[in-house]
């Protein structure tokens, strides 16, 4: 069956970095978009980084543009997420997602926490 598997989270300081991991399986995915998405207490999830299939088009909210990179390893079956300059505002809970044969697929999720 589809299973993403979140990897990497953890507590760092404010300025510092965490490499986010998602492990996929159960489906062709080469052939699938990926998201990073987040989800802070009290509020909703939302989007946090994309990337196609190929991983030629990347996009990024508005509050994490110029820190976050999204890219992924189609052999290894794995998207990533490099999280730069860490804020207190970063902190939640982070989602890989993807959407295959119509169904919205979604990891168990990574806390990260910006803390000093």
């Known amino acids: 069956q589809v299973q993403l598997v979140e990897s990497g989270g953890g507590l760092v300081q404010p300025g510092g970095s965490l490499r986010l991991s998602c492990a996929a399986s159960?489906?062709?995915?080469?052939?699938?978009?990926m998201n990073w998405y987040r989800q802070a207490p009290g509020k909703e999830r939302e989007l946090v980084a994309s990337i196609t299939s190929a991983g030629s088009m990347t996009s990024y909210a508005d509050s994490v543009k110029g820190r976050f990179t999204i890219s992924r390893d189609n052999r290894k079956r794995a998207v990533y997420l490099q999280m730069n300059n860490l804020q207190p505002e970063d902190t939640a809970v982070y989602y890989c997602?993807?959407?295959?044969?119509?169904?919205?697929?979604w990891g168990q999720g990574t806390q990260v926490t910006v803390s000093s």
């Open positions: 159960g489906f062709t995915f080469s052939t699938y978009g």
């Open positions: 997602n993807t959407q295959t044969l119509g169904i919205t697929r």
